[in-house]
Nanobody, 123 residues
Framework: QVQLVESGGGSVQAGGSLRLSCAPS????????MGWFRQAPGKEREFVAA????????YYADSVKGRFTISRDDVKNTVYLQMNSLKPEDTAIYYC????????????????WGQGIQVTVSS
């Protein structure tokens, strides 16, 4: 399986922006449907956004619509999550995932997960 590496996390004040990046180690994911998930302290991991390999099918959780943008650059072999107007409730560990699908119980990955990266938004 592809190993995924996230970068770009950190701490920001409410209203600020961050851009997360996800790149595979050693392989390309140009034919993979990619997604971002997050897990806040004491909560289950939840879906944030997905972009299919064509780049035309894009999905967002209601909680981030209008604030977050997922994109991919298959030349650079990287998936991005641009996060604007960040809120304290966006504080979580963010995970990149490959081969994402939406099933009857929600979104999940049938491929690799990254190790996760911390995003902290202070009020």
């Amino acid at each position: 399986q592809v190993q995924l590496v996230e970068s770009g996390g950190g701490s920001v004040q409410a209203g600020g922006s961050l851009r997360l990046s996800c790149a595979p180690s050693g392989r390309t994911f140009s034919r993979n449907d990619m997604g971002w998930f997050r897990q806040a302290p004491g909560k289950e991991r939840e879906f944030v956004a997905a972009i299919f390999w064509s780049g035309y099918n894009i999905y967002y959780a209601d909680s981030v619509k209008g604030r977050f943008t997922i994109s991919r650059d298959d030349v650079k072999n990287t998936v991005y999550l641009q996060m604007n107007s960040l809120k304290p409730e966006d504080t979580a560990i963010y995970y990149c995932a490959a081969n994402v699908r939406r099933g009857s119980t929600g979104w999940t990955s049938f491929g690799s997960w990254g190790q996760g990266i911390q995003v902290t938004v202070s009020s």
